[in-house]
């Protein structure tokens, strides 16, 4: 995104083009047991002030801090499946800052040698591919939390959250617009999914962005761009917001420099009722926070090779390789491939993964059975699009109606897979189809036993489909006059006279056929 800019009383040969230079930091709360450096249990869900908290995470003097080994596997896993290098050493560092819900006046994090570096995100934007650097990953302690009650003068603190694993990403500054911005954060948090490191809720804080933002100006294309000064917008806890804040301070700094004033290096916060960005504080430099070394902790060493050797001492690379699983870009490609289905489909699965994994075993199922039958593969793929269609419509939309997840749900696979086909055979209509679907969802029983019992075949037999049409003719005469003076509705009218009459039980074009048949002769 470009923004051109006429700057006071200068002519049109000295406009000026200016391009926003954007890079993010991320921080990720991770899904371990315990938290950081203490045994205390990592709960975002706990309602009690100040319950998971003992005198490690509460920086009482003479406590000494351990390693949670599990959250160091997590960052390396996420660096892994982000194209990242794996520092083999790697250590901890005290940043130094005082704020209320800090109570050691230190947050133990890293700065000189992060556990992974130089990685990657690539994402599709308008059917065109954009590749994300990312700087670096690293690994440091949450903060507590600070409340602060209305219409009252005193906050409060609690410190449950204070020593949760944080894994902090950030990204090189290729970013250049509020969308690119919001599309790296929800690829990131799926993927944050997928691994199973994190449940990444930016609603409940488990995923907090940040945004660096300056304004490059760029009179000559062939010229390296010499960056503006930077405003840094903290904790964003949505991606509306995210979108919404970058595209506020790029307007709002191309009216400062367009009135000829100067942009202020600050931290600024998001007023999401207000939307706009408010001043906080002057942004501090890396040396304000004076790092240096984590004395209680030991250096962090990543084994990068395969060893006979089994020891409890570092972290082996080849292990966490291992239990990467299908990526989201990858799992992308292989549906297009593999099912042919439409890619707004895909894209609907790939963002629910417990979706995605049913469809997989529905597939299979509807394989099985085209084997037994020896279908032609034209078939499958049109049994697969029918099966998508009810699982990203009707499905979804019934889980949502009821407020049920997937765990809730009764209905096997296997079960899903033949309600498809029988529908794909013609026995039983739309309509019905739907129908059943709820009962299965909610009682779990096969719908050749529902359709059975409920009497609920599609009725075939064209005698009796003559008879119903005849019927309906008979006694909708209004409907009819009105079909022959050309009101093409009318006839929908009539099919749907059709429909109630036979309870959903006849296919809609076999009604439009014959009753088209009879009103055109």
């Known amino acids: 995104m470009h923004f051109g800019i006429k700057m006071k009383k200068a002519s049109k040969k000295n406009k000026v083009t200016f391009q926003p230079i954007i890079g993010l930091e991320i921080h990720i709360e991770l899904n371990t047991k315990s938290k950081m450096f203490c045994g205390c249990r990592n709960d975002s869900t706990e309602t009690r002030p100040n319950f998971n908290t003992c005198a490690i995470c509460l920086g009482h003097p003479g406590t000494l801090p351990v390693i949670n080994k599990r959250a160091v596997e997590m960052v390396v896993k996420t660096g892994l499946a982000l194209s990242c290098e794996v520092n083999e050493r790697s250590y901890f560092e005290r940043k130094s800052y005082f704020y209320p819900d800090l109570p050691k006046g230190f947050q133990i994090s890293q700065y000189r040698l992060p556990l992974c570096k130089n990685g990657s995100l690539q994402l599709l934007l308008n059917r065109k591919e954009k590749k994300v650097g990312i700087e670096r990953i690293h690994l440091e302690e949450d903060t507590g939390k600070l409340i602060h009650p209305l219409g009252q003068n005193y906050s409060l603190v609690d410190f449950n959250r204070s020593g949760i694993p944080l894994m902090e990403l950030v990204t090189h500054p290729d970013i250049q ?258 129908d059943i679907l709820y009962k299965m969802v909610k009682i779990g029983i096969d719908p050749s036993h529902i359709i059975d019992e409920g009497k609920l075949k599609q009725v075939s037999d064209k005698k009796e489909i003559e008879r119903i049409a005849f019927k309906i003719i008979e006694e909708n005469k209004k409907a009819v006059e009105d079909y022959k003076k050309g009101k093409e509705n009318s006839i929908q009218f009539l099919i749907g006279q059709m429909m109630k009459e036979t309870k959903g039980k006849i296919n809609p074009k076999e009604a439009r056929r014959i009753l088209q048949k009879h009103l055109d002769s």
């Open 177 to 434: 617009s509020g969308i690119e911005a919001r599309k790296f954060c929800e690829e990131l948090q799926l993927i944050l999914r997928y691994l199973g490191v994190s449940n990444a809720d930016m609603e409940k804080g488990q995923m907090r962005c940040e945004v660096n933002i300056s304004l490059a100006p760029q009179t000559n294309k062939r010229k390296k761009l010499k960056l503006g000064t930077k405003v840094e917008i903290k904790n964003l806890n949505s991606f509306r917001s995210v979108e919404r804040t970058i595209d506020y301070e790029i307007k709002r700094q191309s009216q400062i420099i367009q009135r000829g004033g100067a942009i202020i290096q600050e931290t600024r916060g998001w007023d999401d009722t207000q939307g706009s960005t408010k001043t906080q504080r002057q942004k501090e430099e890396a040396h304000d926070y004076r790092y240096f070394p984590e004395p209680d902790l030991p250096i962090i060493q990543i084994k990068k090779t395969k060893s006979n050797k089994q020891s409890k001492e570092g972290i082996d690379i080849q292990k966490i390789k291992s239990e990467i699983p299908e990526l989201p870009w990858q799992k992308r490609k292989r549906f297009e491939e593999e099912y042919q289905i439409p890619q707004k489909d895909i894209e609907v699965l790939i963002r629910n993964k417990e979706l995605a994994d049913y469809f997989e075993e529905v597939a299979e199922e509807i394989q099985l059975w085209m084997d037994d039958e020896k279908m032609p593969l034209d078939h499958k793929f049109f049994l697969l699009k029918l099966a998508v269609n009810y699982l990203i419509t009707d499905l979804v939309g019934l889980m949502e109606k009821e407020k049920i997840n997937f765990q809730d749900i009764k209905m096997t696979p296997e079960n899903f897979a033949e309600l498809v086909i029988i529908l794909h055979k013609g026995e039983i209509s739309s309509r019905v189809a739907k």
